[in-house]
């Protein structure tokens, strides 16, 4: 079952609020404001994902990479900080959930770690993913704590040569 202000997902790809239903069709707005009039026919028969039925809040889960080289103890502070921080000062988390953070692998070239919040309904990731992004950045280069990116050498060969 879907209402107006529901945020669905349908089996083809395209995902939006439900503005309006009538006895017809539904009408879908997708986040970039194009308007999807979908038949009652086809969204009978559609598998529906709907992310507003029942329990509305949503899990975020923001990856981050650190430098090999860096204290792991320092980086599960500062980002345990600046987690408490967004749980605290962003409107959209949920408060009742108690955000963390976990290392989780060794990649090509960055320890990876995730951050974990819940938002109150499944738009709200967006405010929390850019919050904390722009913070943990900030702390990050005030702590001198690397943020890696891969790099390649790339060895080109003249013809000529044998």
């Known amino acids: 079952k879907v209402q107006p202000g529901d945020f669905i997902s349908l089996d083809s790809g395209e995902m939006g609020y439900i503005t309006n239903i009538s006895w017809r069709n539904t009408i879908m707005m997708e986040r970039t404001n194009n308007v999807i009039h979908i038949p009652n026919t086809r969204l009978s028969s559609a598998i529906v994902k709907n992310y507003d039925s029942g329990d509305p809040s949503f899990s975020v ?9 860096s204290d792991l103890d320092l980086v599960e502070k500062v980002t345990m900080e600046v987690i408490q921080d967004i749980q605290a000062t962003i409107d959209e988390t949920d408060k009742n959930f108690e955000p963390t953070m ?36 900030k702390r990050f280069g005030q702590e001198r704590i690397e943020i890696p990116f891969p790099m390649r050498t790339v060895i080109h060969r003249n013809q000529n040569e044998e």
């Open 61 to 69: 889960k923001i990856p981050i990479g650190v430098g090999y080289d």
């Open 102 to 137: 976990r290392f989780q692998t060794f990649g090509e070239s960055s320890i990876n770690l995730m951050a974990y919040f819940r938002g109150k309904r499944y738009g709200d990731q967006h405010p929390i993913i850019h919050n904390f992004i722009k913070k943990l950045h």
